[in-house]
């Protein structure tokens, strides 16, 4: 998140990285079958399965997606360069295997060409998009033992709205059910419901809030500095 955020400073541009977020959403709620489809153990303490690496297939995926848009070769050197040290760090960690961490990047590379076809189309069929992986990650969230990693992305998406949300009163007054809806999903873990949220803290999840509505106003501030 901190590394998208830092690129949409640098580019400045807002709809390309909430369509990043977006491909967040879709890669977790993906990268989650396909744990089930191979269901390869995942060797540390949190169990559930490893295979493909969630971090590595999602890095390869929405900096993918960003490059391809921005065509830029240093911006392709700072992608390249934070998927290595992802994956390399997880390998030294001991987070993850080098087989898993490859398992990701390679789908990633796969699902690329998908992903720039999407882009193609407007905001509904996004939303559309980001709405179908969201039921799937709850249907997976209720039905499997594994972590699904849908809820960062999702938090943070929630963030992005309430930055829209102050700069257009007729978008939050639209919009005002869907994010009470989504941040009433927050507290449910609290009162014992298992939501698949124990690998995190309430904090986490604010701090994503924050990143959020951060990664909305950045660009808009600095492409104001710049008129000035």
Known sequence: MGGMIALGVLFGSRRMFI?????LLLVGTWN???KQWFAWPWFTPCGGYGFPSGHTHALTIVYGYLLGCTKRLWGLGIGLALILCAGAGMVYFEDH??????GGFLFGVME??????????????????????????LWLNVTSPIHTCI????ICLIGVITGFALRNLVVWVRILGLELLCIALIPLQLLGYDWRLQFHTPSTYIALFVFGFIFTCLPSLRCALNRK
């Open 151 to 154: 809820w960062e992305p999702f």
């Open 32 to 34: 989650s079958v396909l």
């Open 19 to 23: 369509r990043a977020l977006l491909l």
């Open 97 to 102: 295997r080098p087989l898993e961490v490859l």
């Open 112 to 137: 690329l060409p998908m992903v720039l076809w999407l882009d193609r189309y407007d905001y509904a069929e996004w939303v559309l998009t980001a709405l179908a992986c969201l039921f799937v990650g």
